[in-house]
Nanobody
Framework: QVQLIESGGGLVQAGGSLRLSCAAS????????LGWFRQAPGKEREFVAT????????YYADSVKGRFTISRDNTRNTAYLQMNSVKPEDTAVYYC????????????????????WGQGTQVTVSS
């Protein structure tokens, strides 16, 4: 299995930028597709972005498309979520997730697609 630890969350003003990191340990990092999800208080966990094992494919939720960028560095066992032009609606706990054993017929964008989860990092956007 793989263990995931998110970092980089904090307070940022609307229109600003933030970069989240997801550090992995355990099985070789390249074995896993990676995803970012978020959950605001009282709301369901929602998909944000995903990236395939070799970064050949990425997919974004419509709500963040054009503003957020997912990336990974397999030599450092780390995934990233670059958040630009943030909005108050982006306020949530952000989770990194790993998916192993699947095939990219369609971008995995459901929580059920992922096997392992980090503990989350809080992002708060002020107006």
């Amino acid at each position: 299995q793989v263990q995931l630890i998110e970092s980089g969350g904090g307070l940022v003003q609307a229109g600003g930028s933030l970069r989240l990191s997801c550090a992995a340990s355990g099985r070789p990092f390249i074995n896993y597709d990676l995803g970012w999800f978020r959950q605001a208080p009282g709301k369901e966990r929602e998909f944000v972005a995903t990236i395939s094992r070799t970064a050949s494919n990425t997919y974004y939720a419509d709500s963040v498309k054009g503003r957020f960028t997912i990336s990974r560095d397999n030599t450092r066992n780390t995934a990233y979520l670059q958040m630009n032009s943030v909005k108050p609606e982006d306020t949530a706990v952000y989770y990194c997730a790993a998916r192993g054993g699947g095939t990219w017929y369609e971008a995995p964008k459901g929580s059920y697609d992922y096997n392992f989860w980090g503990q989350g990092t809080q992002v708060t956007v002020s107006s």
